[in-house]
T-cell receptor, first 110, second 114 residues
Framework: QKEVEQNSGPLSVPEGAIASLNCTYS??????FFWYRQYSGKSPELIMS????GDKEDGRFTAQLNKASQYVSLLIRDSQPSDSATYLC??????????FGAGTRLFVKA | DAGITQSPRHKVTETGTPVTLRCHQT?????MYWYRQDPGHGLRLIHY???????DKGEVSDGYSVSRSKTEDFLLTLESATSSQTSVYFC?????????????FGPGTRLTVL
């Protein structure tokens, strides 16, 4: 079992819809959780960090964390074609160890 | 890219040759990391540094070495490049470690080993 799992996609949503990206992790002692956006041929860009159970909102993005179920999700409201990218989930289990998922490709259709 | 540059941005080399990739930051962050990214594997940590001359291995360190002689520079060396080291290499920096380990990435180096 991979330590951080994501559906590879592609996830296709129409413009203006809500995109829901999910991630599960295996290490129960994980402390912090991150979402990165990566455009094709570019480097990962940090878009959200979440450290405690519940929701965290930042503009059109909402991160949701449920430690009991070991999942973290990212909602993108009012999706735009410019949101089309690969979204990486990352989990820090303490110290220097941050594990990245392989990413979910999102395609927003105009 | 949060004040991080990588050089070269692209390199093609032959099996058996040594290769050095450079990461330079202007943020004065203490922690620096080298990752490789391959399809289906996500980002995997090669080595990291927690200060000048302080480095340690990550999960895929075989065949790689690093050095950090100044806060701003972190070098990754492939001692004798192999085709399995063909990948995209990213440098990252962070101000803290542990829970608040928000990492910021450089633009990447695409390395091809023939």
């Amino acid at each position: 079992q991979k330590e951080v799992e994501q559906n590879s996609g592609p996830l296709s949503v129409p413009e203006g819809a809500i995109a829901s990206l999910n991630c599960t992790y295996s290490d129960r002692v994980s402390q912090s959780f991150f979402w990165y956006r990566q455009y094709s041929g570019k480097s990962p860009e940090l878009i959200m960090s979440i450290y405690s159970n519940g929701d965290k909102e930042d503009g059109r993005f909402t991160a949701q964390l449920n430690k009991a179920s070991q999942y973290v999700s990212l909602l993108i409201r009012d999706s735009q074609p410019s949101d089309s990218a690969t979204y990486l989930c990352a989990v820090n289990t303490g110290g220097f160890k941050t594990i990245f998922g392989a990413g979910t490709r999102l395609f927003v259709k105009a | 890219d949060a004040g991080i540059t990588q050089s070269p941005r692209h390199k093609v080399t032959e099996t058996g040759t040594p290769v050095t990739l450079r990461c330079h930051q202007t943020e004065n962050h203490r922690y620096m990391y080298w990752y490789r990214q391959d399809p289906g594997h996500g980002l995997r940590l090669i080595h990291y540094s927690y200060g000048v001359k302080d480095t340690d291995k990550g999960e895929v360190s075989d065949g790689y070495s690093v050095s950090r002689s100044k806060t701003e520079d972190f070098l990754l060396t492939l001692e004798s490049a192999t085709s399995s080291q063909t990948s995209v290499y990213f440098c990252a920096i962070s101000e803290e470690t542990g829970t608040y380990n928000e990492q910021f990435f450089g633009p990447g180096t695409r390395l091809t080993v023939l």
